[in-house]
């Protein structure tokens, strides 16, 4: 019979190496050897990430906070969010752990759809929820948010906290400079998010924005319509993008 305390204790350990790894190197400068190995640790780990969702198929993030209870409006409507994006031929990608990822998850579960989990070790709150299809747990923050964009095609920002904003702002910058195609992106829930289109409508008033900027947002209360502009958008970039065939190969263990 497996060790339930010792196991924790396993877990735990690795928590909090992952944390002090991070936070050890973000310090400032260290030795050369010592900054050569956390460059492997990081390549190592997006070439696991890479190879665990080659095959997912194309995505749409759902982003939104761990801490939405299950009775919750907010964890209904991302229900309903997963189960819309499912039926539209989308692999739903969320951050792996309980609330509006959790929520998510199961919507697309029940809609016959499949769900991805990228999940950040942490020390507390973000545990893998059960309905994924397929799961990685990242170390890193910034390995999980490049995995988490480079396979989305469209983003879903459901109500949550900092860690939601950092994902909505880097979506934002993604699509101003460039650097991802125009996919869309949906603010779930108007009224939770109104201090945060104020202060978008006050960037364009300054000009530190363009309209083009913002063209691809729509911010809502209703699921049928964030879906309706998913499909208008995601899937029109999805078909424009140069499709490949992907072959599994036996002997990397695909």
Not at 90 to 112: D, H, L, N
Not at 117 to 139: A, D
Not at 149 to 158: H, L
Request: hydrophobic share 40%; glycine share 10%.
């Amino acid at each position: 019979m497996q060790d339930n305390t010792t196991t924790d204790e396993s877990v735990q350990t690795k928590r909090r190496f992952a944390l002090e790894d991070e936070r050890y190197f973000l310090e400032g400068p260290r030795s050369r050897l010592m900054e050569l190995f956390f460059t492997f640790r990081v390549i190592g780990e997006f070439i696991r990430g890479f190879r665990v969702l080659h095959f997912v198929g194309p995505c749409i993030a759902v982003f939104g906070s761990a801490r939405v209870k299950k009775d919750s409006i907010y964890y209904d409507e991302a229900r309903q969010m997963g189960a819309g994006i499912a039926n539209l031929g989308f692999t739903v990608m969320t951050g792996g752990g309980p609330g509006i990822m959790e929520a998510a998850s199961i919507g697309a579960r029940e809609a016959g759809g499949k769900t991805v989990g990228c999940n950040i070790i942490l020390p507390k709150e973000q545990k893998p929820n059960k309905w994924l299809n397929i799961q990685y747990n990242c170390r890193y923050f910034f390995v999980r948010k490049v995995l988490m964009f480079k396979y989305s095609y469209g983003f879903v920002i459901m109500p949550g906290g900092i860690g939601t904003l950092d994902e909505l702002f880097e979506a934002l910058t993604l699509i101003q400079t460039g650097k991802i195609i125009n996919f869309p992106i949906v603010l779930m829930n108007k009224a939770y998010w109104e201090p945060v289109t104020a202060l978008l409508h006050k960037m364009l008033e300054e000009g530190m924005i363009e309209p083009v900027d913002l063209q691809f947002i729509l911010i809502t209360d209703s699921t049928a319509e964030a879906i309706g502009h998913l499909k208008e958008f995601s899937v029109k970039q999805y078909r424009r993008k140069r499709k490949m065939a992907f072959k599994k190969f036996s002997l990397l263990g695909e």
